[in-house]
């Protein structure tokens, strides 16, 4: 009879899967690589955001100055 300690007998991901300091390095490394990720994710996100609303604003801007130029316009034409 065969223990489960032989490597025949465990699962390929078990036999692959670092142990002790290794796996707490792995596991660290695995943790940094999805926060590079995430974060990457939400300055993309936030250029975005940060960009569509300086667009607003400038239309804004244009619409509040084309206001005031009529407004202006209709004092001084009549």
């Not at 300690?5 to 142990?19: I, N, T, V, Y």
């Not at 940060?50 to 619409?63: C, G, M, S, V, Y």
């Amino acid at each position: 009879m065969r223990h489960m300690d032989d490597p025949g007998q465990l699962p390929e991901a078990a036999r692959e899967k670092p142990r002790g300091e290794a796996g707490w390095k792995a596991h660290l490394q695995a943790i940094a690589q999805s926060n590079d990720r995430v974060k990457a994710v939400g300055k993309r996100e936030r250029r975005e955001r940060e960009e569509r609303e300086a667009a607003e604003r400038r239309a804004q801007e244009l619409r509040m100055d084309a206001d005031l130029t009529s407004k202006l316009d209709s004092r001084y034409t009549n």
